[in-house]
């Protein structure tokens, strides 16, 4: 059952360089800014009709968690404003890899911490390893 766990995050990976190429290329059009604005508009009606008929959960509670928890929303929007920004510039694979580099090193900080209510999961050579061979293909790729 994990397989199809994985296998989402590596669409989910292949949408980001697809939504990457399409904000760079767009943003050349609009502007940077306003396309961030556009597609978080229409991924924001997006989930809001999946919400609608999917939806099981309980929005009222977004008013009962701590305030710092709700700044994923912004998050999302700063990095998709940087693609939109670096996509054109460097392009698609070196914005992708840089963006896969400070995923990873700020995940493993988190996990190795137990950091923003994350289950705690120790560093080991392994995922050094993993980072540095990603740091290597940022500096072949580029």
């Not at 968690?65 to 404003?81: A, E, H, I, R, T």
């Given at each position: 059952?994990?397989?199809?766990?994985?296998?989402?995050?590596?669409?989910?990976?292949?949408?980001?360089s697809?939504?990457?190429?399409?904000g760079?290329?767009?943003?050349?059009?609009?502007?940077?800014?306003?396309?961030?604005?556009?597609?978080?508009?229409i991924?924001?009606?997006?989930?809001?009709?999946?919400?609608?008929?999917?939806?099981?959960?309980?929005?009222?509670?977004?008013?009962?968690?701590?305030?710092?928890?709700?700044?994923?929303?912004?998050?999302?929007?700063?990095?998709?404003?940087?693609?939109?920004?670096?996509?054109?510039?460097?392009?698609?694979?070196?914005?992708?890899?840089?963006?896969?580099?400070?995923?990873?090193?700020?995940?493993?900080?988190?996990?190795?911490?137990?950091?923003?209510?994350?289950?705690?999961?120790?560093?080991?050579?392994?995922?050094?390893?993993?980072?540095?061979?990603?740091?290597?293909?940022l500096y072949?790729?580029?």
């Open positions: 059952m994990k397989i199809l766990f994985y296998l989402l995050a590596l669409v989910a990976g292949a949408s980001l697809i939504e990457g190429a399409i760079g290329t767009l943003g050349r059009n609009i502007g940077a800014i306003e396309t961030t604005l556009f597609m978080f508009a991924g924001f009606m997006t989930i809001l009709l999946i919400t609608l008929f999917f939806g099981k959960g309980d929005l009222s509670q977004t008013f009962k968690v701590p305030k710092w928890k709700l700044l994923g929303g912004s998050l999302g929007s700063f990095y998709n404003l940087m693609l939109v920004i670096s996509v054109p510039i460097v392009g698609v694979g070196i914005s992708v890899i840089a963006a896969l580099v400070g995923q990873i090193v700020m995940s493993t900080m988190i996990e190795h911490r137990g950091w923003l209510g994350s289950s705690q999961i120790k560093f080991n050579k392994n995922k050094g390893i993993a980072i540095i061979l990603l740091a290597v293909s072949l790729v580029y």
